[in-house]
């Protein structure tokens, strides 16, 4: 899963899902526990680390109230500091404003 905030990590792997025990697959905006498997050179967050994160787009494909579909090719998430703080300053591709949790939406919103 790649993640889209400047945060330095390139690449995470999800390993738990949270909301329920028998979940077997995440969507659009699920929290989940990721570790990380590719970062920038001389990053703050080293490989093998823990962290929680938010998923904003994933590949199968939605529908929207209108009708029309909305898919993307890979999956992507955005790392979390706490609740709904982003660890990044900034975002980078389309997909966050289709997330039904308004107050992470404000975060953004401050933080541009």
């Not at 945060?7 to 738990?16: C, E, Q, R």
């Not at 080293?46 to 009708?67: A, F, N, P």
Request: glycine share 6%; no cysteine.
């Amino acid at each position: 899963m790649i993640t889209v905030d400047k945060s330095g990590v390139w690449l995470t792997k999800i390993f738990h899902l949270y909301g329920g025990f028998n979940k077997k697959s995440a969507t659009l905006s699920n929290f989940v526990k990721i570790s990380v498997k590719l970062t920038k050179p001389n990053n703050w967050e080293k490989k093998k680390t823990k962290l929680k994160s938010i998923v904003v787009k994933v590949k199968k494909e939605s529908q929207k109230l209108d009708g029309s579909f909305l898919k993307f090719k890979v999956n992507t998430n955005i790392l979390l500091k706490k609740r709904l703080t982003p660890k990044g300053k900034e975002i980078m591709g389309p997909g966050v404003f289709k997330l039904k949790r308004k107050k992470f939406l404000m975060t953004f919103i401050k933080i541009l």
